[in-house]
Protein backbone atom coordinates (compact mmCIF):
# COMPACT_ATOMS: atom_id res chain seq x y z
CA UNK A 1 0.00 0.00 0.00
CA UNK A 2 1.66 3.25 -0.84
CA UNK A 3 1.54 5.79 1.51
CA UNK A 4 -0.05 9.14 0.25
CA UNK A 5 -0.59 12.50 2.02
CA UNK A 6 -2.77 15.86 1.14
CA UNK A 7 0.48 18.42 0.07
CA UNK A 8 -0.48 21.77 0.90
CA UNK A 9 1.98 22.97 -2.03
CA UNK A 10 0.41 21.34 -4.85
CA UNK A 11 -3.01 21.08 -3.09
CA UNK A 12 -2.84 17.86 -4.34
CA UNK A 13 -2.78 14.17 -2.90
CA UNK A 14 0.80 12.33 -3.66
CA UNK A 15 2.62 9.91 -2.92
CA UNK A 16 5.07 10.10 -0.23
CA UNK A 17 8.51 8.74 -0.80
CA UNK A 18 11.95 10.15 1.06
CA UNK A 19 14.63 11.92 -0.10
CA UNK A 20 17.06 9.39 1.48
CA UNK A 21 16.05 5.99 1.36
CA UNK A 22 14.28 5.12 4.35
CA UNK A 23 14.92 7.79 6.07
CA UNK A 24 12.59 11.04 6.74
CA UNK A 25 13.69 13.99 7.67
CA UNK A 26 10.58 15.85 9.42
CA UNK A 27 10.04 19.35 10.92
CA UNK A 28 7.31 20.95 12.78
CA UNK A 29 7.08 24.30 13.85
CA UNK A 30 6.89 23.81 17.93
CA UNK A 31 5.46 26.33 20.92
CA UNK A 32 6.23 29.80 21.76
CA UNK A 33 7.14 29.70 25.26
CA UNK A 34 4.93 32.39 26.37
CA UNK A 35 1.75 30.71 28.30
CA UNK A 36 0.34 27.38 28.97
CA UNK A 37 -0.22 25.67 25.83
CA UNK A 38 -3.85 25.17 24.92
CA UNK A 39 -5.87 22.78 23.73
CA UNK A 40 -6.27 23.97 20.17
CA UNK A 41 -2.45 24.23 20.30
CA UNK A 42 -2.38 20.23 21.07
CA UNK A 43 -4.81 19.55 18.47
CA UNK A 44 -1.91 20.36 16.38
CA UNK A 45 0.61 18.31 18.38
CA UNK A 46 -2.09 14.91 18.71
CA UNK A 47 -1.58 15.12 14.07
CA UNK A 48 1.94 15.63 14.15
CA UNK A 49 1.97 12.60 17.05
CA UNK A 50 -0.39 10.65 15.06
CA UNK A 51 1.88 11.44 11.85
CA UNK A 52 5.11 11.00 13.92
CA UNK A 53 3.95 7.03 15.00
CA UNK A 54 2.79 6.16 11.59
CA UNK A 55 5.70 6.70 9.89
CA UNK A 56 7.75 4.77 12.54
CA UNK A 57 4.98 1.78 12.04
CA UNK A 58 5.54 1.89 8.03
CA UNK A 59 9.13 1.30 9.48
CA UNK A 60 10.98 4.39 8.38
CA UNK A 61 13.49 5.98 10.66
CA UNK A 62 12.19 8.80 11.43
CA UNK A 63 14.40 12.50 12.45
CA UNK A 64 11.81 14.72 13.89
CA UNK A 65 12.62 18.00 15.40
CA UNK A 66 10.12 20.40 17.06
CA UNK A 67 11.56 24.28 17.69
CA UNK A 68 10.71 26.16 20.86
CA UNK A 69 10.01 29.55 20.18
CA UNK A 70 11.49 31.48 23.41
CA UNK A 71 12.12 35.21 21.76
CA UNK A 72 9.68 37.28 20.39
CA UNK A 73 7.90 40.31 21.06
CA UNK A 74 4.73 38.92 24.12
CA UNK A 75 8.01 37.35 25.72
CA UNK A 76 9.98 40.42 25.87
CA UNK A 77 7.08 42.52 27.20
CA UNK A 78 6.09 40.26 30.36
CA UNK A 79 9.85 39.84 30.92
CA UNK A 80 9.70 43.55 31.49
CA UNK A 81 6.39 43.31 33.58
CA UNK A 82 7.48 40.94 35.92
CA UNK A 83 11.30 41.62 35.68
CA UNK A 84 12.71 38.95 35.27
CA UNK A 85 15.09 37.15 32.74
CA UNK A 86 14.31 35.47 29.61
CA UNK A 87 15.28 32.19 30.52
CA UNK A 88 13.55 32.24 33.94
CA UNK A 89 10.05 33.15 32.41
CA UNK A 90 10.50 30.63 29.41
CA UNK A 91 11.64 27.96 31.96
CA UNK A 92 8.64 27.48 33.41
CA UNK A 93 6.62 26.62 29.99
CA UNK A 94 9.14 24.84 28.66
CA UNK A 95 8.53 22.27 31.39
CA UNK A 96 4.77 22.93 31.68
CA UNK A 97 5.09 21.87 27.58
CA UNK A 98 6.62 19.07 27.89
CA UNK A 99 4.85 17.54 30.98
CA UNK A 100 1.69 18.26 28.79
CA UNK A 101 3.06 16.37 26.16
CA UNK A 102 3.75 13.43 28.43
CA UNK A 103 0.35 13.89 30.06
CA UNK A 104 -1.09 13.47 26.63
CA UNK A 105 1.02 10.13 25.58
CA UNK A 106 2.76 12.10 22.84
CA UNK A 107 6.05 10.90 21.03
CA UNK A 108 9.48 12.70 21.93
CA UNK A 109 10.83 14.15 18.86
CA UNK A 110 14.22 13.60 18.35
CA UNK A 111 15.60 16.81 18.67
CA UNK A 112 13.91 20.24 20.50
CA UNK A 113 16.26 23.47 19.48
CA UNK A 114 15.69 26.66 21.14
CA UNK A 115 15.71 30.08 19.22
CA UNK A 116 17.93 31.92 21.35
CA UNK A 117 20.73 29.06 21.37
CA UNK A 118 20.21 29.44 17.50
CA UNK A 119 21.11 32.84 16.58
CA UNK A 120 24.75 32.34 14.96
CA UNK A 121 23.19 30.43 12.52
CA UNK A 122 20.24 32.86 11.79
CA UNK A 123 23.15 35.63 11.05
CA UNK A 124 24.56 33.33 8.74
CA UNK A 125 21.28 32.99 7.00
CA UNK A 126 20.61 36.70 6.73
CA UNK A 127 24.03 37.71 5.56
CA UNK A 128 23.48 35.60 2.60
CA UNK A 129 19.89 36.97 2.14
CA UNK A 130 21.58 40.22 2.18
CA UNK A 131 24.92 39.30 0.06
CA UNK A 132 22.45 38.21 -2.83
CA UNK A 133 20.21 41.32 -2.98
CA UNK A 134 17.29 39.47 -1.18
CA UNK A 135 17.38 41.84 2.24
CA UNK A 136 18.07 45.23 3.16
CA UNK A 137 18.72 47.33 6.28
CA UNK A 138 17.02 50.28 7.54
CA UNK A 139 18.12 52.01 10.92
CA UNK A 140 19.76 48.62 12.25
CA UNK A 141 16.67 46.75 10.95
CA UNK A 142 17.11 43.85 8.34
CA UNK A 143 13.81 43.32 6.39
CA UNK A 144 13.29 40.33 3.37
CA UNK A 145 12.56 42.58 0.39
CA UNK A 146 9.50 39.95 -1.50
CA UNK A 147 9.53 42.34 -4.38
CA UNK A 148 12.86 40.61 -4.87
CA UNK A 149 11.80 37.32 -4.75
CA UNK A 150 9.72 36.32 -7.63
CA UNK A 151 8.30 32.96 -5.82
CA UNK A 152 7.06 34.64 -3.25
CA UNK A 153 3.55 33.73 -1.91
CA UNK A 154 3.45 30.15 -4.14
CA UNK A 155 2.54 27.89 -0.89
CA UNK A 156 -0.74 30.46 -0.32
CA UNK A 157 -0.85 31.17 -4.06
CA UNK A 158 -0.45 34.99 -3.41
CA UNK A 159 -1.53 36.88 -5.97
CA UNK A 160 1.52 39.32 -7.24
CA UNK A 161 -0.75 42.35 -7.16
CA UNK A 162 -1.29 41.99 -3.26
CA UNK A 163 2.60 42.51 -2.27
CA UNK A 164 3.30 45.51 -0.71
CA UNK A 165 6.72 46.57 -1.79
CA UNK A 166 8.80 49.18 0.20
CA UNK A 167 6.07 48.07 3.16
CA UNK A 168 7.86 47.06 6.28
CA UNK A 169 6.44 45.02 9.22
CA UNK A 170 8.25 44.84 12.40
CA UNK A 171 5.74 42.96 14.20
CA UNK A 172 6.52 39.05 14.61
CA UNK A 173 2.74 38.29 13.84
CA UNK A 174 0.36 39.86 11.30
CA UNK A 175 -2.84 39.55 9.49
CA UNK A 176 -2.42 38.50 5.80
CA UNK A 177 -3.97 41.54 4.57
CA UNK A 178 -0.17 42.85 5.36
CA UNK A 179 1.92 41.28 2.54
CA UNK A 180 4.67 43.19 3.09
CA UNK A 181 8.33 43.02 3.78
CA UNK A 182 9.20 41.44 6.91
CA UNK A 183 11.44 41.91 9.67
CA UNK A 184 14.61 39.39 9.72
CA UNK A 185 16.67 41.17 13.18
CA UNK A 186 15.36 43.72 14.77
CA UNK A 187 17.79 46.32 16.53
CA UNK A 188 17.76 46.83 20.06
CA UNK A 189 16.06 49.22 21.59
CA UNK A 190 15.19 49.78 25.27
CA UNK A 191 12.02 47.94 25.25
CA UNK A 192 14.21 45.40 24.96
CA UNK A 193 15.96 46.03 28.09
CA UNK A 194 18.40 43.25 28.43
CA UNK A 195 17.13 40.78 25.86
CA UNK A 196 19.40 41.27 22.88
CA UNK A 197 22.50 39.55 21.11
CA UNK A 198 25.39 41.52 20.00
CA UNK A 199 26.22 39.74 16.14
CA UNK A 200 28.09 41.12 12.83
CA UNK A 201 24.73 42.57 12.16
CA UNK A 202 24.80 44.52 15.14
CA UNK A 203 23.22 44.58 18.53
CA UNK A 204 19.19 43.10 18.75
CA UNK A 205 17.24 40.19 17.83
CA UNK A 206 16.26 37.94 15.26
CA UNK A 207 12.52 37.69 14.19
CA UNK A 208 10.01 34.95 14.33
CA UNK A 209 10.10 33.49 10.79
CA UNK A 210 13.86 33.13 10.57
CA UNK A 211 14.26 31.02 13.69
CA UNK A 212 12.45 27.77 11.71
CA UNK A 213 14.77 27.89 8.55
CA UNK A 214 18.22 28.32 11.20
CA UNK A 215 16.86 25.35 13.27
CA UNK A 216 15.20 23.39 10.60
CA UNK A 217 17.84 23.35 8.10
CA UNK A 218 20.86 23.02 11.09
CA UNK A 219 19.11 19.85 12.10
CA UNK A 220 17.66 18.13 9.05
CA UNK A 221 19.80 19.74 5.70
CA UNK A 222 18.63 22.34 3.03
CA UNK A 223 16.06 20.83 1.70
CA UNK A 224 14.04 17.91 3.37
CA UNK A 225 10.93 15.73 3.61
CA UNK A 226 8.11 17.38 5.83
CA UNK A 227 7.13 20.55 7.38
CA UNK A 228 4.19 20.62 9.07
CA UNK A 229 1.81 22.88 11.61
CA UNK A 230 -1.54 24.29 12.06
CA UNK A 231 -3.45 25.93 9.17
CA UNK A 232 -2.64 29.71 10.96
CA UNK A 233 1.05 29.39 10.17
CA UNK A 234 0.49 29.20 6.73
CA UNK A 235 0.91 32.72 6.24
CA UNK A 236 2.97 34.93 7.06
CA UNK A 237 5.21 32.50 8.59
CA UNK A 238 5.51 29.35 6.76
CA UNK A 239 5.44 31.40 3.63
CA UNK A 240 8.07 33.97 4.77
CA UNK A 241 10.26 30.72 6.02
CA UNK A 242 9.96 29.58 2.41
CA UNK A 243 11.20 32.57 1.06
CA UNK A 244 14.03 32.88 3.19
CA UNK A 245 15.45 29.23 3.24
CA UNK A 246 15.11 29.06 -0.43
CA UNK A 247 16.37 32.40 -1.21
CA UNK A 248 19.64 31.63 0.62
CA UNK A 249 20.34 28.65 -0.94
CA UNK A 250 18.55 28.19 -3.92
CA UNK A 251 17.17 24.91 -3.54
CA UNK A 252 13.70 23.49 -2.22
CA UNK A 253 12.68 23.70 1.27
CA UNK A 254 10.66 21.19 2.56
CA UNK A 255 9.12 18.53 -0.24
CA UNK A 256 5.84 17.98 1.92
CA UNK A 257 3.71 20.66 3.87
CA UNK A 258 0.50 19.24 5.80
CA UNK A 259 -1.33 21.69 7.60
CA UNK A 260 -4.33 20.56 10.14
CA UNK A 261 -7.34 22.77 10.80
CA UNK A 262 -8.91 24.83 13.73
CA UNK A 263 -10.18 23.61 16.78
CA UNK A 264 -13.65 25.26 18.25
CA UNK A 265 -15.12 24.42 21.49
CA UNK A 266 -18.98 23.75 22.29
CA UNK A 267 -19.42 24.94 18.24
CA UNK A 268 -17.32 28.22 19.10
CA UNK A 269 -14.30 29.74 18.55
CA UNK A 270 -12.08 29.56 21.89
CA UNK A 271 -12.17 31.96 24.61
CA UNK A 272 -11.31 33.10 27.98
CA UNK A 273 -14.43 35.57 27.66
CA UNK A 274 -16.80 32.72 26.60
CA UNK A 275 -15.10 30.84 29.48
CA UNK A 276 -14.45 27.63 26.90
CA UNK A 277 -10.75 28.41 26.89
CA UNK A 278 -9.18 25.27 27.95
CA UNK A 279 -5.29 24.15 28.67
CA UNK A 280 -4.67 20.32 29.44
CA UNK A 281 -4.11 20.51 33.15
CA UNK A 282 -7.37 22.22 33.55
CA UNK A 283 -9.16 19.18 31.93
CA UNK A 284 -7.44 17.26 34.16
CA UNK A 285 -8.28 18.77 36.81
CA UNK A 286 -11.92 18.92 36.40
CA UNK A 287 -11.53 15.27 36.42
CA UNK A 288 -11.48 14.77 32.57
CA UNK A 289 -8.60 11.59 31.57
CA UNK A 290 -5.81 12.45 30.04
CA UNK A 291 -6.77 9.47 27.31
CA UNK A 292 -10.39 11.08 26.74
CA UNK A 293 -8.44 14.37 25.75
CA UNK A 294 -6.22 12.31 23.72
CA UNK A 295 -8.82 10.45 21.90
CA UNK A 296 -11.26 13.38 20.97
CA UNK A 297 -8.30 15.40 19.87
CA UNK A 298 -7.06 12.57 17.05
CA UNK A 299 -10.72 11.11 16.01
CA UNK A 300 -11.49 14.25 14.06
CA UNK A 301 -9.20 14.05 10.27
CA UNK A 302 -6.39 16.61 11.22
CA UNK A 303 -8.04 18.51 7.49
CA UNK A 304 -10.87 19.11 9.05
CA UNK A 305 -12.23 21.52 12.04
CA UNK A 306 -12.34 19.90 15.54
CA UNK A 307 -15.48 20.44 17.61
CA UNK A 308 -14.61 19.87 21.01
CA UNK A 309 -17.21 19.22 23.50
CA UNK A 310 -17.63 17.75 26.91
CA UNK A 311 -20.03 15.43 25.45
CA UNK A 312 -17.12 14.14 23.14
CA UNK A 313 -14.72 13.99 26.01
CA UNK A 314 -17.43 11.09 27.92
CA UNK A 315 -18.00 8.91 24.52
CA UNK A 316 -14.12 9.35 24.63
CA UNK A 317 -14.28 7.67 27.96
CA UNK A 318 -16.93 5.07 26.88
CA UNK A 319 -14.89 3.76 23.80
CA UNK A 320 -11.58 3.91 25.72
CA UNK A 321 -13.10 1.63 28.43
CA UNK A 322 -14.42 -0.88 25.64
CA UNK A 323 -10.89 -0.47 24.43
CA UNK A 324 -8.87 -1.30 27.14
CA UNK A 325 -11.22 -4.19 28.83
CA UNK A 326 -11.03 -5.49 25.64
CA UNK A 327 -7.48 -6.27 26.25
CA UNK A 328 -7.40 -7.09 29.48
CA UNK A 329 -9.64 -9.49 28.94
CA UNK A 330 -7.99 -10.54 26.06
CA UNK A 331 -4.70 -11.51 27.89
CA UNK A 332 -6.63 -13.31 30.15
CA UNK A 333 -8.30 -16.04 28.05
CA UNK A 334 -6.51 -19.12 27.91
CA UNK A 335 -8.28 -20.21 24.63
CA UNK A 336 -10.32 -22.49 22.48
CA UNK A 337 -11.04 -24.02 19.67
CA UNK A 338 -9.93 -22.45 16.26
CA UNK A 339 -12.44 -22.01 13.02
CA UNK A 340 -10.27 -19.98 11.12
CA UNK A 341 -11.61 -16.97 11.67
CA UNK A 342 -9.89 -15.55 14.05
CA UNK A 343 -6.83 -15.07 11.20
CA UNK A 344 -9.13 -13.86 9.35
CA UNK A 345 -10.38 -10.93 11.52
CA UNK A 346 -6.62 -9.92 12.67
CA UNK A 347 -5.65 -9.83 9.04
CA UNK A 348 -8.66 -7.63 8.18
CA UNK A 349 -7.88 -4.98 11.17
CA UNK A 350 -4.02 -4.95 9.86
CA UNK A 351 -5.26 -4.34 6.24
CA UNK A 352 -7.59 -1.64 6.97
CA UNK A 353 -5.83 0.31 9.56
CA UNK A 354 -2.96 0.85 6.96
CA UNK A 355 -5.49 1.55 3.87
CA UNK A 356 -6.78 4.15 5.91
CA UNK A 357 -3.66 5.64 7.50
CA UNK A 358 -1.65 5.25 3.81
CA UNK A 359 -4.89 7.38 2.69
CA UNK A 360 -3.69 11.17 4.04
CA UNK A 361 -3.92 9.55 8.10
CA UNK A 362 -8.05 9.21 7.28
CA UNK A 363 -8.34 8.00 11.09
CA UNK A 364 -12.22 7.44 11.44
CA UNK A 365 -11.79 4.24 9.41
CA UNK A 366 -8.71 3.45 11.07
CA UNK A 367 -10.88 3.35 14.47
CA UNK A 368 -14.06 1.97 12.63
CA UNK A 369 -11.23 -1.06 11.70
CA UNK A 370 -10.17 -1.18 15.09
CA UNK A 371 -13.37 -1.19 17.16
CA UNK A 372 -14.95 -3.63 14.32
CA UNK A 373 -12.03 -5.98 15.58
CA UNK A 374 -13.16 -5.81 19.24
CA UNK A 375 -16.16 -6.45 18.50
CA UNK A 376 -15.17 -9.89 15.86
CA UNK A 377 -12.67 -11.00 18.67
CA UNK A 378 -14.88 -10.38 21.52
CA UNK A 379 -17.74 -12.96 19.51
CA UNK A 380 -15.10 -15.67 19.07
CA UNK A 381 -13.88 -15.51 22.77
CA UNK A 382 -17.19 -16.01 23.90
CA UNK A 383 -17.75 -18.90 21.71
CA UNK A 384 -14.38 -20.34 22.59
CA UNK A 385 -13.97 -20.40 18.48
CA UNK A 386 -10.39 -18.54 19.32
CA UNK A 387 -7.54 -20.93 19.85
CA UNK A 388 -4.31 -19.64 22.14
CA UNK A 389 -2.24 -19.16 19.14
CA UNK A 390 -5.06 -16.99 17.73
CA UNK A 391 -5.16 -15.10 21.01
CA UNK A 392 -1.76 -14.24 20.56
CA UNK A 393 -1.55 -13.09 17.07
CA UNK A 394 -4.68 -10.83 18.28
CA UNK A 395 -2.73 -9.58 21.07
CA UNK A 396 0.13 -9.02 18.61
CA UNK A 397 -1.56 -7.00 16.14
CA UNK A 398 -3.63 -5.15 19.18
CA UNK A 399 -0.49 -4.02 20.52
CA UNK A 400 0.81 -3.06 16.87
CA UNK A 401 -1.86 -0.90 16.43
CA UNK A 402 -1.59 0.57 19.74
CA UNK A 403 2.08 1.40 18.74
CA UNK A 404 0.17 4.62 16.43
CA UNK A 405 -2.71 5.14 19.03
CA UNK A 406 -1.45 4.77 21.86
CA UNK A 407 -4.87 4.50 23.70
CA UNK A 408 -3.90 1.50 26.40
CA UNK A 409 -3.60 2.78 30.25
CA UNK A 410 -1.02 0.93 32.07
CA UNK A 411 -3.70 -0.79 33.97
CA UNK A 412 -1.71 -4.02 34.58
CA UNK A 413 1.83 -2.16 35.72
CA UNK A 414 2.34 -3.59 39.88
CA UNK A 415 2.05 -0.75 42.96
CA UNK A 416 2.71 -2.45 46.19
CA UNK A 417 0.12 -0.07 47.56
CA UNK A 418 -2.55 -1.67 45.37
CA UNK A 419 -1.44 -5.16 45.49
CA UNK A 420 -1.37 -4.61 49.64
CA UNK A 421 -4.85 -3.58 49.42
CA UNK A 422 -6.18 -5.95 47.50
CA UNK A 423 -4.83 -8.75 49.96
CA UNK A 424 -6.82 -6.96 52.60
CA UNK A 425 -9.41 -7.18 50.77
CA UNK A 426 -9.44 -10.57 50.19
CA UNK A 427 -8.21 -11.58 53.87
CA UNK A 428 -11.19 -9.74 54.81
CA UNK A 429 -13.55 -11.92 53.04
CA UNK A 430 -12.21 -14.87 54.04
CA UNK A 431 -13.06 -14.18 57.50
CA UNK A 432 -16.15 -13.02 56.50
CA UNK A 433 -15.62 -8.79 57.10
CA UNK A 434 -17.34 -7.89 54.03
CA UNK A 435 -17.66 -4.47 55.62
CA UNK A 436 -14.07 -4.26 55.65
CA UNK A 437 -14.22 -5.68 52.25
CA UNK A 438 -16.09 -3.01 51.32
CA UNK A 439 -14.61 -0.31 52.27
CA UNK A 440 -11.43 -1.21 50.69
CA UNK A 441 -13.24 -1.34 47.33
CA UNK A 442 -14.85 2.06 47.61
CA UNK A 443 -11.49 3.75 48.95
CA UNK A 444 -9.40 2.17 46.17
CA UNK A 445 -12.64 3.20 43.53
CA UNK A 446 -12.41 6.87 45.46
CA UNK A 447 -8.48 7.08 44.08
CA UNK A 448 -9.61 5.50 40.54
CA UNK A 449 -8.83 1.75 40.81
CA UNK A 450 -11.54 -0.44 39.74
CA UNK A 451 -11.46 -3.73 41.41
CA UNK A 452 -12.93 -6.81 39.01
CA UNK A 453 -12.91 -10.37 40.77
CA UNK A 454 -12.46 -13.27 38.54
CA UNK A 455 -12.06 -16.75 38.99
CA UNK A 456 -8.26 -16.50 38.59
CA UNK A 457 -8.51 -13.90 41.43
CA UNK A 458 -8.99 -10.21 41.85
CA UNK A 459 -7.31 -7.65 39.25
CA UNK A 460 -7.59 -4.44 39.17
CA UNK A 461 -7.76 -1.73 36.34
CA UNK A 462 -7.44 2.97 36.55
CA UNK A 463 -10.37 4.64 35.67
CA UNK A 464 -10.63 5.96 32.62
Not at 94 to 115: C, Q, V
Not at 240 to 261: D, K, T, Y
Not at 365 to 377: H, N, S, T, W, Y
Request: proline share 3%.
Amino acid sequence: MALKFYNTMSRELEEFHPLDDNKVRMYTCGPTVYDFAHIGNFRANIFIDLLHRYLEYKGYDLVHVMNLTDIDDKIIKACRERKISLDEYTAQYKKAFFDDLDTLGIARATYYPEATRHIDEMVVIIKKLVEKGLAYKVGGNYYFAIDKYPPYGKLNRIDKAELKSGTRIASDEYEKESISDFALWKAWDEADGDIYWDTELGRGRPGWHIECSAMSMKYLGETFDIHTGGIDNKFPHHENEIAQSEGAHGVEFSRFWLHNEHLIVEGRKMSKSLGNFFTIRELVNKGYPAAAIRYVLIATHYRQPLNFTMDGLDAARNALERYNDFYINLKDYPGGEANGEGTKVIEKLLHGFEAALDDDLNISPALGEVFDFIRDINRLRSENNLSAGERDKALAAFEKVNTVLNFLTKSDETDEEIESLIQKRTAAKRSKNFAEADRIREDLLAKGIILEDTPQGTRWKRKI
